[in-house]
């Protein structure tokens, strides 16, 4: 994939958009000794509420900042007593992860291991754990501004109204102004697209060209054929 992505810098920009944070995105995308900024030309973590460009932080923005304490210590105290009521097969631990921009919530816990969430996610499909316990937090806070996704495994995301994937987008479109740059053309790998999935916003966004991935070796196929096509174009 690295190869790949150094092909594909040559011809573009080339970034990526996670609601994980950056240790994680660290641990996911490159090794402790090369820092993941450097492997892109933008990072955006947590949708872009922390982002990168060429491995220098962008201006950033909290949860916390916009919802307030009292909100958020609500919603946690709810989240906490709903998992504690929850009947899965397994429970770990860190049922609540508290990011920069965003409140990860997974009824096992963050703590489960591989073979423990491949379970989850078969269970969760069977029983849509995930989706009715979205569904409650929309009735129980239905005046917070609040987004939930789903997404990955285990868990979903929180986070305030608009501050989906489609966020990142404010960044590339602040380079005009910053550095002359138009991203007019920009392509978008998820896999989860469909309406729900925490890609679906991103992908459906008017300003993307959307493409929907089955795993990291669909993701390279369709890399590789996109590339191909630029190639092709670019002889004489």
């Not at 092909?7 to 950056?22: D, E, F, I, T």
């Amino acid at each position: 994939m690295h190869t790949l992505l150094s092909r594909l810098r040559r011809k573009c920009a080339v970034g990526y958009v996670s609601g994980s944070n950056l240790d994680k995105q660290q641990e996911q995308l490159s090794t402790p000794a090369v820092p993941v900024t450097s492997l892109f030309d933008f990072c955006f973590a947590e949708n872009g509420l922390t982002a990168f460009k060429m491995g220098v932080p962008l201006s950033s923005t909290s949860f916390i900042d916009r919802i307030g304490e009292t909100k958020y210590k609500a919603l946690v105290n709810w989240v906490l007593r709903y998992v504690a009521d929850l009947d899965i097969p397994v429970k770990r631990g860190t049922f609540v992860e508290f990011r920069n921009g965003m409140v990860n919530i997974s009824p096992i816990g963050r703590n489960a291991s591989n073979a423990e969430r491949d379970e989850f996610q078969r269970y969760d499909k069977e029983n849509g754990i995930r989706k009715t316990m979205v569904e409650a937090l929309k009735r129980q806070f239905p005046d917070f501004g609040l987004t939930y996704s789903i997404g990955g495994q285990i868990s979903f995301d929180v986070f305030p109204d608009g501050w989906n994937k489609t966020y990142c987008l404010r960044h590339l479109e602040a380079e005009k102004k910053e550095s002359g740059l138009v991203y007019d053309n920009i392509h978008f790998f998820g896999d989860m697209t469909q309406k729900g999935g925490n890609d679906h916003e991103l992908y459906e966004d008017k300003r993307t060209i959307g493409h929907t991935v089955e795993d990291p070796n669909d993701t390279m196929k369709q890399l590789e054929e996109l590339l191909g096509s630029w190639e092709t174009e670019a002889q004489p």
